[in-house]
T-cell receptor
Framework: EAQVTQNPRYLITVTGKKLTVTCSQN?????MSWYRQDPGLGLRQIYY?????ATDKGDVPEGYKVSRKEKRNFPLILESPSPNQTSLYFC????WGGGQETQYFGPGTRLLVL | AQTVTQSQPEMSVQEAETVTLSCTYD???????LFWYKQPPSRQMILVIR??????QNATENRFSVNFQKAAKSFSLKISDSQLGDTAMYFC??????????FGTGTRLTIIP
């Protein structure tokens, strides 16, 4: 089954404790992206990747890191989480097609930073 | 910069009725793509319908259709014969060719039995 998976689905942590949210897709997609969803703000892009070893900042990259060492995986790293990073996070992937390609979203990761 | 505006934070409609969700956008690009995503209580993001800006014909998918007015930069979603399973948050999104989706703030739709 074609899908994007994220782990963990739910996470409670404390300020300053490094964490990683994993994202994996099995569709051989070039493009992968991370979004965060906050009430009243919709989804905003954090980072994206056009292919292996090619990443770039989105609209809200502060406090986040990413890497793309393999085509299927695109982990999101919070090196020193803060309460303002409490949010719902989505990973998405698609073929690279000039914007016309459908983006497939993972199930989301709900993060609470205390 | 691209922006997407959804001016209706919440809507409700009786089951089997028709409802229209509005979306306006702003972009200086001439070619772009518009999407409606549905987010049910499970929080999964599900593509409902998409529209290519260079196509004049409005997209349709079963009970879902759009009214795309390029000059007015308007992209509304019509849901016909609404069903209880249509209860969800609906997001309008714009992609102008770099794969990045710019989302609106969403409309929470409730279908009343």
């Amino acid at each position: 089954e074609a899908q994007v998976t994220q782990n963990p689905r739910y996470l409670i942590t404390v300020t300053g404790k490094k964490l990683t949210v994993t994202c994996s897709q099995n569709m051989n997609h070039e493009y992968m992206s991370w979004y965060r969803q906050d009430p009243g703000l919709g989804l905003r892009q954090i980072y994206y990747s056009m292919n292996v070893e090619a990443t770039d900042k989105g609209d809200v990259p502060e406090g986040y890191k990413v890497s793309r060492k393999e085509k299927r995986n695109f982990p999101l790293i919070l090196e020193s989480p803060s309460p303002n990073q409490t949010s719902l996070y989505f990973c998405a992937s698609s073929l690279w097609g000039g914007g016309q390609e459908t983006q497939y979203f993972g199930p989301g990761t709900r993060l609470l930073v205390l | 910069a691209q922006t997407v505006t959804q001016s209706q934070p919440e809507m409700s409609v009786q089951e089997a009725e028709t409802v229209t969700l509005s979306c306006t956008y702003d972009t200086s690009e001439s070619n772009y793509y518009l999407f409606w995503y549905k987010q049910p209580p499970s929080r999964q993001m599900i593509l409902v319908i998409r529209q290519e800006a260079y196509k004049q014909q409005n997209a349709t998918e079963n009970r879902f259709s759009v009214n795309f007015q390029k000059a007015a930069k308007s992209f509304s979603l019509k849901i016909s014969d609404s069903q209880l399973g249509d209860t969800a948050m609906y997001f309008c999104a714009l992609n102008f060719g770099n794969e990045k989706l710019t989302f609106g703030t969403g409309t929470r739709l409730t279908i009343i039995p």
